[in-house]
């Protein structure tokens, strides 16, 4: 299971080493093109074109995707906070509505029950593992 943060950061690493890759392939093109033939310079003259063209997507890409998380982080802590604080008393309210509820809520918290109770002791205890359960619990629980 991959966590909400762990996956954001895990993009933005992706997305920041595949720029490194152009930044290194648009420099060794630049390096070959004075050396090249009339045909070969101007096959790799397209070649950086499109190159830089991809570069300067995915620079602006990751400074997009950068910013965003920028953005989501602080919400995201104030969530975790608020799971820390209440996960017990919604977890414990869930499970006393799970057995009046209706036969679609009912089944849907069983499911979230089963999948929670499914996973390792170490997972069941991650504060962002629990935050996912949290927050789908108080939509079921609003409903």
């Known amino acids: 299971m991959q966590k909400p943060k762990e996956k ?3 993009e933005l690493k992706i ?3 595949y720029v490194h890759l152009l930044k290194d392939y648009h420099e060794q093109i630049g ?3 004075p050396k090249s033939n009339k045909y070969t310079k ?3 003259s397209v070649d950086i074109f499109e190159v830089a063209q991809k570069l300067d997507g995915n620079i602006n890409m990751l400074k997009k995707k950068h910013k965003e998380y920028e953005d989501w982080l602080p919400k995201y802590e104030k969530e975790l906070e608020e799971c ?3 996960f017990d ?3 414990k309210k869930a499970k006393s509505t799970s057995k009046k509820a209706k036969d679609e809520i009912k089944n849907k918290l069983e499911f979230a029950f089963k999948t929670y109770d499914s996973l390792e002791d170490d997972l069941r205890d991650d504060l962002e593992v629990k935050n996912i359960l949290y927050k789908d ?3 079921l629980l609003s409903l």
Do not use: D, G
Request: charged share 40%; proline share 0%; hydrophobic share 40%.
């Open 8 to 10: 954001k950061e895990t």
């Open 15 to 17: 997305l920041n080493q």
């Open 31 to 33: 390096i070959k093109i």
């Open 42 to 44: 101007s096959k790799l």
């Open 84 to 86: 820390k604080e209440n």
């Open 89 to 91: 008393k919604v977890f």
């Open 137 to 139: 619990l108080k939509i």
